[in-house]
């Protein structure tokens, strides 16, 4: 008998024939996940997973279970007991064992759920669940019996091996990155775009990221805090480039030709432009932001109009019906937040009108845009000019 952990996974399963692929991708991106925790063998059984400790201080593992229900496409997982004697005699020893163990003799109301994934096992599941049950109650004095509204469910898998356990953790679902191309974010530093990268690495889309930065007026610590974020993303979606775009001449160009108004959509649509290029030339089928409607000026359904003109390839905008409360939550649960509220400038917030247009119209906004006469040979330059960092 020894300790395992067991990892269940869903969604995967729509796939079909192309299943394997996922559960290929799934297990290489636990092992990645895990890799700095001890050494482990991860492998396939029978739609599950296993993944067994070679050399593992269990001191750590809590933050095993919890890496490994924050890989995409996982949706329990739970340390197991695993034995190969598969008779009912030691199948009863082992639960009795685990029941005492994890109930600490608190008074309990537990339930059994066996499954026989062996059809060739001579006992029924219902019967496993009896016996077991039954022998669990005459060995303690903490348990009694309660199908309904158990505190403690103790389950038992019999398979090829048989698994005891009860603490079955859920885990972030989604689909396993890397089985679904590529997008590139734009990164802010903001609350919201680590949560929209988040949210579309979720779906199994590796995640790249483009940062607009105007040095001096933006400084060193704000892009800092974008490569620290870019770094939590990428415990969730694996390694990823940061590109960062010099976007200070662009900025001043545009404050110098542009209507103060316009200045804000103008320079949206600057940024889009940029992002299309870098996706293209990266791989990259869709730019992924954090807008979510009516949040911001910048983010009315007429701005969102406005903007959305300026690219051509899909842009995914995942937080769109969010409330911040919402986002807020999801950015604490992902660990973004503590770095996002850092105070450091933002390039939006230092050149913009202090009352941006909430109604542009597009016509307007594309005749000021036209102004800047340096436009395409600026984007270029900045194109050029991009410094990409490797994180993770
Ligand atoms: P966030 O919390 O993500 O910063 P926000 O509420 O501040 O969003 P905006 O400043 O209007 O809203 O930005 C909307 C989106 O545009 C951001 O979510 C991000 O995807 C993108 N964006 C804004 N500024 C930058 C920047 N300097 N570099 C890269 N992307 C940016
Ligand atoms: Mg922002």
Not at 294 to 305: L, P
Request: proline share 3%.
């Amino acid at each position: 008998m020894d300790n395992i952990y067991l990892v269940k996974y869903g969604e995967i399963w729509v796939k079909g024939r192309n299943k394997y692929i996922f559960e290929d991708k799934l297990v290489d991106n636990i092992k990645n996940n895990i890799k700095d925790l001890g050494n482990f063998k991860v492998k396939k059984n029978l739609s599950q997973i296993l993944v067994e400790p070679i050399l593992f201080d269990t001191h750590y593992d809590e933050a095993l279970i919890e890496r490994i229900s924050n890989t995409f496409g996982v949706v329990g997982v739970a340390k197991v007991y695993r034995t190969k004697d598969n008779s009912i005699e030691n199948i009863k020893e082992i639960a009795l064992m685990h029941a005492k163990e994890a109930t600490e003799g608190k008074n309990q109301r537990f339930k059994i759920v066996a499954k026989r994934a062996d059809k060739n096992y001579p006992i029924l599941s219902q019967q496993i669940a009896s016996e077991v049950g039954g022998y669990i109650l005459n060995n303690t004095d903490n348990l009694t019996v309660d199908v309904n509204t158990p505190e403690f469910i103790l389950r038992i898998e019999v398979r090829d091996e048989v698994y005891i356990y009860s603490n079955l953790v859920a885990g972030v679902g989604g689909m396993p990155v890397g089985t679904n191309d590529k997008a590139l974010v734009m990164l802010s530093g903001g609350i919201d775009s680590p949560v929209a990268a988040w949210m579309i690495g979720k779906r199994g889309v590796v995640i790249d990221a483009i940062y607009f930065h105007s040095s001096p007026y933006t400084s060193e610590r704000a892009k800092q805090k974008v490569i620290d974020l870019s770094k939590k993303i990428s415990q969730y979606t694996g390694s990823m480039k940061l590109y960062v775009v010099p976007f200070t001449d662009l900025q001043l160009h545009m404050r110098e030709k542009c209507k103060h108004e316009a200045l804000t959509i103008v320079m949206r649509r600057v940024m889009f432009k940029i992002s299309e290029i870098v996706a293209k030339r990266d791989g990259s089928y869709a730019i992924i932001t954090g807008e979510s409607v009516g949040q911001v000026a910048s983010q009315t359904m007429q701005s969102i109009y406005a903007t959305n003109d300026a690219a051509s390839m899909p842009i995914f905008r995942p937080l769109i019906g969010f409330d911040k409360e919402e986002i807020t939550k999801v950015a604490k649960k992902i660990d973004t937040y503590d770095t996002s509220i850092l105070p450091y400038e933002d390039c939006c917030t230092i050149f913009v009108a202090r009352h941006p247009q909430t109604k542009p119209r597009l016509d307007i906004i594309i005749k000021e845009e036209q102004k800047m006469d340096k436009l395409e040979e600026l984007i270029n330059e900045a194109v050029e000019n991009i410094e990409v960092i490797d994180i993770g």
